[in-house]
């Protein structure tokens, strides 16, 4: 999807919605959205606006940052935003403070169109709607695993090997590349990793870490086999720089966002070459698990507690019209929409194929944070060489205890 | 000047301060005290577009009416500031009680997130500051003696390294620093190694954000420099000269001199700068091998879930540092104003 | 005076210093130069990973666009993304914060000049170590209450917030400046009826105006790039240039338009080339009388 492309589309709908009537069953209300800015979320904001109208008025925030506004925002009261565009992390203060409300009666009246895989359900309380999907999966190059004589790979150990064979043949110095960055990046990599293997990150009902052990030392060491495949900037490495490589066909296997398909399949910055042979696959499983080493993430809409019941209702109708199957339909290509009506494209294969797989969702857990931060910031000296896995994941669970004691999660 | 007429003077500037700096620091200062209350949690079933899972969940309603109780959370006094995330007493006696070398106790210590920022923050701050004077006075010299015409655009061109918004230099200099980008490819050439990577190993990420601090800096030290240079008094050196006086003994006898309080003025600006040095951390993705002390706030504050009370013990170290550091300056300044005073 | 005593100085020491300064230049301008030549190019060949000679011949340019130059990115940011309204925004909140500050700044900086009590040179101080902190910390802090208060969001609490953040440097600055113009001027204004402020009004403003132009340089340098600041207190519709710029870089969800901040960041150089050349004389005649007392 391209920007200008979005953009007519949104000057459309301002349009209409200027002249058109309110033609979303409100009739007053002030709505307020707060979200990330990329291409999906803006389409979804751009069809709420067009419930703007007499007695209604819908205005939006989009911003990368908007993680670090939406605490204080909803908090206010009356809250700034009267809605805010979240994901499975990202909803977990929220819920956690209380700053969003239940949706079920809003669902009953307003929601038949909405399927019930949609709703995020938090101890039987509708507290959130999602509408697209996202998961890291490969990407792999068929003409250069081809010419390297292997299989595209379904497990990591398949990707260690398959980038051996690519060096062995000299095709490649660095065939593989992950969003490895010093950070949440890394961060979310062991993620995947350990989940791939199945592991628990904190002893079942405590807040106490659980990642010190075997399984971790595992999810540790096939990291560390990776990162020897790939480039020694590694830890530098974020979406960007991946995508980066990959078209300048640096790369023949690389484990990447979902929603990254699009641009790398499009026919700027790459040649024809490396787009038509690009393909994109399921994440692999790894250490003989049945479930692939990734993690599953949605992007919903919550509404705030602190607003009128008038101004919440506005919103959860406008953003309904958001994520209608018209708006939907038009935005196609935008992301892995989990809307009735979605046409799955070529971009979208490697998430369909990774949720299909039986992946997990990323832990809506309150104190999950806390142990992605310290993995992200605790793991580089042992990638690096400086340190042993043991001692990493000691030092993330010692990180992990300081902030958790600190947030009140432990005593 | 009276007291009152003082204030009257001060107040606009001093109310602007008192609200948005004094009052924050104070309630910054405040949290960094306390930690979060107890955290109520209960196990829910959570479901969602890829199944149903139990988790932990915070139980709001306990946990709000504990919040009612003590809004600004638990005190702890100065437990966060000792605590592992900053300066880690109990591990540091840990560490210096089973050393087995003085080495191996200082890598126990750079294994822990604040010595490991501190460590490179002080580097950096002692490196950046006098190379930024040096490097500022002799392009002050060296601009001083073209021929007017040349001066102007000199001047300009001698700014851009200040002028372009860091967040975005930093980033135009990573890509060309890259294994396969414009400096990247010469640095190879020149050192004659293919492999050379600035961003993988930490030596040569530190060089790579200590030159760059060098370079962004030296254009504010040139600005105030050159300024100073055009009130040499020519009397001096004229005097100097006919002393018989080398060009190198009038540098240092009688320019430098006179342009001394420029240095501490810069100096101060610098030290405290550089201290808090962040952009370009992450604008080359140094965290791995270079974080900053304000690189552990900025990841404090825009984590999964905000440390709010963490960052802010940050913070208030960083403060208590920079003070330490401008000390011997202050004190000078302390002695020039009882030296003025009427 | 400068020219007599460079007539006199032995041959090499002009070579010298002359070589060392274009050097200099060259090093300063090249990331600039290297930016404005790129910000023409597609983002396949500013930031090409296969070869850095692509950024000087455009290959994927030409392949993209049919020229070797192209004029999409500025498209793109000024008029598909407005990027004018950043512009403007960032036109109000600079002319402002500059203002504001400065006058704040001559006045208190006058007082503590003036002024011989110790509690000025404290004021000093704290004012140093209140720059001190880091404002990352500050603008979390202002968060709950602006969004309590109704504040948030709008230009004119941006504007205030920075003159606060950046009132210890012009206060520490203007100080010195102060220092430097005698204190007979004043006083000899005082013995003739003026009460203070009357003095500090016909006397002290007719000749401050070096100091405060170059003070005023580095206010709105401060200003013009911050990012803390201006990112964190500014809804959508009054974004400033530094952090629209910082939007069109994507995120780990989707690539951002690379080429859109680049020539974003080309077009926000302009208007200080422009300033410098202007104000290039009174910069340095204003350090010049001011900065020298440290």
Redesign the interface.
Same mark, same amino acid.
């Given at each position: 999807m391209s920007?200008?492309k979005l953009?007519m589309l949104g000057a459309a709908a301002v349009f209409m919605g200027t002249t058109a009537y309110a033609g979303c069953g409100v009739t007053s209300g002030n709505v307020s959205i707060l979200g990330?800015?990329?291409?999906a979320i803006q389409a979804v904001a751009e069809g709420a606006k067009q419930c703007a109208g007499d007695g209604v008025t819908v205005e939006?925030?989009?911003?990368?940052?908007y993680?670090?506004?939406q605490?204080?925002?909803l908090? !206010?009261?009356p /809250? &700034?935003y009267s809605t805010v565009v979240t994901t499975? %992390? !990202?909803i *977990?203060?929220l819920?956690?403070?209380?700053l969003i409300r239940p949706l079920d009666d809003l669902i009953a009246k307003h929601g038949q169109n909405i399927s019930k895989?949609? #709703?995020?359900?938090?101890?039987?309380k509708v507290m959130a709607v999602?509408f697209m !999907?996202?998961a890291q999966h490969l990407f792999v190059r068929t003409d250069i695993l081809e010419k390297a004589g292997v299989e595209v790979p379904t497990t990591y150990e398949d990707v260690v090997a398959a980038s051996e064979a690519i060096k062995a043949a000299g095709l490649m110095e660095h065939p593989f590349a992950t969003?490895s960055?010093? =950070?949440?990046?890394l961060g979310e990599e062991f993620v995947n990793m350990y989940l791939g293997f199945g592991g628990e990150f904190?002893k079942p009902?405590? %807040?106490e870490p659980n990642v010190n052990n075997e399984t971790g030392v595992a999810a540790l060491n096939m990291l560390k086999s990776l990162t020897e495949q790939s480039?020694?900037?590694f830890?530098?490495f974020?979406?960007?720089a991946v &995508?980066? @490589?990959w078209? /300048?066909?640096?790369l023949a296997i690389a484990h990447l966002?979902g @929603?990254?398909g699009? =641009?790398i399949l499009d %026919?700027? =910055?790459?040649t024809d070459e490396i787009v038509s042979n690009t393909v994109l696959v399921s994440s692999p499983t790894v250490g003989g698990g049945s479930t692939p080493a990734s993690s #599953?993430w949605?992007d919903g809409f919550a509404i705030a507690a602190n607003v009128s019941d008038e101004d919440a209702e506005a919103s959860f109708v406008a953003m309904l019209n958001g994520i209608s199957q018209e708006n939907v339909k038009a935005n196609n290509d935008a992301a892995v929409w989990?809307v009735e009506g979605y046409q799955p494209s070529a971009a979208s294969a490697g998430v369909l194929a990774t949720?299909t797989g039986g992946?997990?969702?990323y $832990?809506?857990? $309150?104190?999950?944070?806390?142990m992605? @931060?310290a993995l992200g %910031?605790e793991l580089?000296?042992f990638l690096?060489g400086s340190?042993s896995a043991e &001692?990493a994941l000691a030092?993330v669970e /010692?990180?992990y *205890?300081?902030?958790a004691?600190?947030?009140?999660?432990l &005593? | 000047m009276r007291h009152k007429t003082f204030l009257w003077f001060i107040l606009p500037s001093l109310a602007a301060m008192i609200l948005f700096i004094a009052l924050p620091l104070v309630s910054v200062v405040v949290q960094s005290m306390h930690i979060e209350h107890e955290q109520v949690l209960v196990v829910t079933e959570n479901c969602g577009p890829f199944g149903c899972t139990q988790e932990s969940s915070v139980d709001t309603e306990a946990t709000a009416k504990l919040r009612a109780e003590q809004p600004l959370g638990r005190f702890a006094g100065l437990a966060t500031y000792f605590d592992r995330g900053h300066l880690a007493s109990a591990e540091i006696a840990e560490a210096w009680a089973n050393r087995e070398s003085l080495g191996d106790f200082f890598a126990e210590l750079y294994n822990l997130p604040f010595y490991k920022a501190l460590a490179f923050t002080l580097t950096y701050t002692f490196v950046v500051t006098p190379m930024v004077i040096v490097l500022g006075l002799l392009i002050a010299l060296g601009v001083n003696r073209l021929t007017p015409a040349l001066k102007g655009p000199t001047i300009f061109v001698s700014l851009l390294p200040m002028i372009i918004t860091p967040l975005i230099g930093s980033l135009i200099l990573f890509w060309m620093i890259d294994a396969q980008g414009v400096i990247g490819k010469s640095l190879q050439w020149i050192f004659d190694d293919p492999e050379l990577s600035l961003k993988a190993s930490p030596p040569l990420t530190w060089i790579t954000l200590i030159v760059y601090g060098i370079w962004s800096g030296a254009p504010f030290a040139f600005v105030v420099f050159y300024a100073g240079l055009q009130t040499v008094n020519s009397d001096s050196l004229e005097a100097a000269m006919i002393d018989g006086a080398t060009k190198w003994q009038q540098i240092r006898y009688v320019v430098i001199p006179h342009l001394m309080p420029l240095a501490v003025f810069i100096s101060l600006m610098q030290l405290m700068d550089n201290f808090r040095v962040f952009e370009p951390v992450v604008g080359f993705s140094a965290q791995a091998n270079a974080p900053s002390l304000s690189y552990i706030i900025f990841a404090d504050m825009r984590s999964d879930i905000t440390r709010f009370n963490s960052a802010a013990a940050t913070s208030v170290l960083t403060v208590i540092g920079v003070t330490i550091l401008l000390a011997p300056v202050l004190v000078r300044t302390w002695r020039d104003f009882k030296g003025k005073a009427v | 005076m400068s020219s007599t005593i460079a007539n006199r100085s032995s041959r090499s020491l002009i070579v010298i210093s002359s070589a060392f300064v274009l050097l200099w230049v060259i090093v300063a301008s090249f990331p600039f130069l290297w930016t404005l030549w790129g910000s023409f190019k597609v983002q396949g060949d500013f930031f090409s990973k296969a070869d850095w000679t692509q950024a000087l011949t455009g290959t994927r340019t030409l392949i993209e666009t049919g020229g070797t130059f192209t004029g999409k990115g500025y498209e793109g940011a000024w008029v598909q993304e407005e990027f004018w309204r950043a512009a403007i925004n960032t036109f109000i909140i600079v002319f402002f914060t500059v203002v504001i500050s400065l006058t704040f700044g001559t006045l208190g900086g006058y007082a503590l000049a003036r002024s011989g009590h110790n509690y000025s040179f404290w004021l000093l101080m704290i004012a140093l170590v209140f720059r001190a902190m880091p404002h990352i910390t500050l603008v979390s802090g202002y968060l709950l209450p602006f969004f309590e208060w109704n504040l948030w969001g709008h230009i004119p609490t941006a504007i205030i917030v920075l003159v606060a953040i950046n009132q210890p440097f012009t206060l520490w600055m203007l100080h010195s400046f102060f220092l430097n113009i005698p204190k007979d001027l004043d006083e000899s204004a005082k013995v003739d009826g003026c009460n203070q402020f009357q003095a500090f009004r016909h006397v002290i403003i007719p000749v401050m105006w070096p100091g405060v132009i170059t003070t005023g340089l580095f206010s709105f340098l401060l200003a013009y790039n911050d990012f803390s600041v201006t990112s964190m207190l500014l809804s959508e519709e009054n974004r400033t240039m530094v952090p629209a710029i910082y939007g069109f870089l994507g995120s780990t969800q989707e690539e951002g338009n690379v080429m859109f901040a680049v020539a974003s960041v080309v077009s926000a150089t302009a208007p200080l080339f422009v300033l410098v050349m202007f104000f290039q004389r009174q910069i340095v005649s204003g350090l010049t009388a001011g900065a020298v007392k440290g």
């Open positions: 920007m200008m953009s990330n800015d990329f291409a939006s925030n989009l911003n990368k940052d993680r670090d506004l605490i204080a925002a908090t !206010a009261n /809250a &700034q499975n %992390a !990202a *977990v203060p819920i956690g403070e209380g895989n949609q #709703l995020i359900t938090v101890d039987g999602a !999907a996202n969003t960055q010093t =950070g949440w990046n904190f009902g405590t %807040a480039n020694p900037d830890l530098t974020d979406s960007n &995508q980066a @490589s078209e /300048a066909g640096d966002w @929603s990254r699009t =641009g %026919a700027e =910055g790459s #599953l949605w989990l949720a992946t997990k969702p $832990p809506m857990i $309150p104190f999950m944070g806390l992605h @931060s %910031a580089s000296e690096q340190e &001692q030092d /010692a990180a *205890v300081s902030a004691k600190e947030k009140g999660f &005593q | - | -």
